[in-house]
């Protein structure tokens, strides 16, 4: 997974972000997923900063909520807003508040494999884990084709 932390205030994030979804048309057959996370300090603002971007892969909002949505939350006393839990527990606190152009490189198992690479850095990287994820897959006896409840993911 390639988490890349952006900003619709950040040319330079947008940029990369830009980059790194080129890197994924690349692979495109490959076990990769692009998870866009936004530094947005406002969710309508986020959700405006959305509509005129094509960005790739999944995004993530991480930032307060809207006062809209507070407000009519509010009224709901049964919900709680998870922007307001006493614990954060989303991928920003999970990599040490990231600023936005940030870039995180998490493996099959969860382990952190590299930060901040230039482009040809990450394209080697993704070459590298992909590599390894395909031998693990073989080892484990998963074949091209094969499927299955709780079965790993195919070869592809």
Request: a negative charge; glycine letters at 8%.
């Amino acid at each position: 997974v390639v988490y890349r932390f952006w900003s619709h205030r950040s040319p330079a994030s947008l940029a990369a972000h830009a980059a790194d979804a080129a890197l994924l048309r690349k692979h495109w057959n490959a076990p990769i997923e692009l998870v866009g996370v936004s530094t947005h300090s406002d969710r309508d603002e986020h959700l405006s900063a959305l509509e005129g971007l094509s960005l790739a892969g999944t995004q993530i909002y991480e930032g307060p909520i809207s006062v809209q949505l507070a407000d009519a939350l509010a009224r709901e006393s049964h919900l709680t807003p998870a922007a307001e839990t006493p614990e954060s527990t989303g991928a920003r606190a999970a990599f040490a508040e990231p600023p936005p152009g940030a870039l995180v490189v998490v493996d099959a198992h969860g382990r952190v494999r590299a930060r901040d690479l230039s482009n040809a850095e990450l394209d080697a990287l993704l070459v590298e884990l992909v590599a390894e994820y395909r031998a693990e897959l073989r080892a484990a006896g998963v074949t091209a084709g094969s499927s299955g409840a709780g079965s790993n993911p195919p070869l592809r």
